[in-house]
T-cell receptor
Framework: AQRVTQPEKLLSVFKGAPVELKCNYS??????LFWYVQYSRQRLQLLLR??SRESIKGFTADLNKGETSFHLKKPFAQEEDSAMYYC??????????FGAGTRLTVKP | NAGVTQTPKFQVLKTGQSMTLQCAQD?????MSWYRQDPGMGLRLIHY???????DQGEVPNGYNVSRSTTEDFPLRLLSAAPSQTSVYFC?????FGAGNYGYTFGSGTRLTVV
């Protein structure tokens, strides 16, 4: 079974501080992992995919198969990063499973 | 190019009523799905479709029906609304699944309240 765990429901940091949103997954094969972001009153949008190894808005995420993790990181948080972040996993099946989400608040 | 369009944005139903949530995409995506978003539970998959004429159940399908008569449209039907179905519903689409998964494009959501 595929499962995504985001252990922190809430995360608060100060502007300019590093931020790390944790994501652990359970899957027996080679998963495709994603981070989505939902800003206040907006629809969910794709932030980044592990397969493209990209950096979007200063965020990066590395797939660690040994630790089955896909943590999202940014070295210097900005107030506009305040949002709900969801980690998601797509396996062999035809569905994508989401974690419960982490609400990030960046304080001035 | 409108992306994924959901209607209505808000709806209040009485227990036992039925209704259809509409979802349409203009990107020629093969794959469409419906999720419900509840506090502390993230997004849970209700139903999905890998192409016109093909649908399948997700994690929480009970109380919901879907159909996919065209590539563009994927309506979600609530057969007999219950308070437990109070939620925010999201429709999403992607060109295809499997290798090279591009990730989803989401609609703006429908906030449903069942009283």
């Amino acid at each position: 079974a595929q499962r995504v765990t985001q252990p922190e429901k809430l995360l608060s940091v100060f502007k300019g501080a590093p931020v790390e949103l944790k994501c652990n997954y359970s899957y027996s094969g080679s998963p495709e992992l994603f981070w989505y972001v939902q800003y206040s009153r907006q629809r969910l949008q794709l932030l980044l995919r592990h397969i493209s190894r990209e950096s979007i808005k200063g965020f990066t995420a590395d797939l660690n198969k040994g630790e089955t993790s896909f943590h999202l990181k940014k070295p210097f948080a900005q107030e506009e990063d305040s949002a709900m972040y969801y980690c998601a996993l797509s396996g062999r099946g035809n569905d994508m499973r989401f974690g419960a989400g982490t609400r990030l608040t960046v304080k001035p | 190019n409108a992306g994924v369009t959901q209607t209505p944005k808000f709806q209040v139903l009485k227990t036992g009523q039925s209704m259809t949530l509409q979802c349409a995409q203009d990107m020629n995506h093969e794959y469409m799905s419906w999720y419900r978003q509840d506090p502390g539970m993230g997004l849970r998959l209700i139903h999905y479709s890998v192409g016109a004429g093909i649908t399948d159940q997700g994690e929480v399908p009970n109380g919901y029906n879907v159909s996919r008569s065209t590539t563009e449209d994927f309506p979600l039907r609530l057969l007999s609304a219950a308070p437990s179905q109070t939620s925010v519903y999201f429709c999403a689409s992607t060109p295809r699944f499997g290798a090279g998964n591009y990730g989803y494009t989401f609609g703006s959501g429908t906030r449903l309240t069942v009283v």
